[in-house]
């Protein structure tokens, strides 16, 4: 049984609409699921504990502030141990410009999400820093051409 199975319908009506719009006042989200803000506050409160909200985060314009490429990059490790998968995710989560990390099945071992400023600042970050990560054997980089969809919130309700 997933938490999930444990959430009632204003519980994921609240998760939905933080989902759409996470500085929404507690008033106001009490008018619209039908709650008072103490009730509302208070289940936003078990929601955290409970590690099913874990942050709240303003989402930005990448190319703007500065980052005009993003990369998916495919690192297959040479060695396939528990220690060097385990040193390899460690070193890479320490690297600012790697965004995400998805240890993955098939034919390479992580798809990291980066982004560097432009392609002589991706050079240097994939000779400097993510090459010489522990147990790296190959490097593969997609370059995102454009984004026709992003999607941040989870499908919980219709």
């Known amino acids: 049984m997933s938490l999930r199975d444990e959430l009632d319908e204003i ?64 690192v297959s490790l040479a060695l396939h141990e528990s220690q060097p998968i385990e040193r390899f995710i460690k070193a890479a989560k320490k690297i600012p410009q790697v965004l995400e990390v998805f240890h993955v099945s098939g034919d390479f071992d992580f798809l990291l999400k980066v982004v560097a400023e432009d392609m002589d600042d991706y050079q240097a970050l994939i000779r400097e820093k993510l090459a010489g990560l522990p147990g790296v054997g190959r490097i593969t980089s997609c370059f995102v051409l454009g984004t026709t969809k992003r999607q941040l919130s989870l499908p919980l309700v219709d």
Do not use: C, M, N, W
Request: a positive charge.
């Open 11 to 74: 519980d994921l009506q609240i998760l939905k609409r933080l989902q759409a719009d996470g500085r929404i006042t507690h008033a106001d989200l009490g008018r619209e699921v039908g709650l008072s803000a103490p009730s509302i506050l208070q289940r936003i409160r078990k929601l955290e504990e409970r590690g099913i909200i874990t942050g709240y985060h303003a989402v930005l314009d990448a190319a703007k502030v500065g980052f005009g490429i993003t990369s998916l990059v495919q």
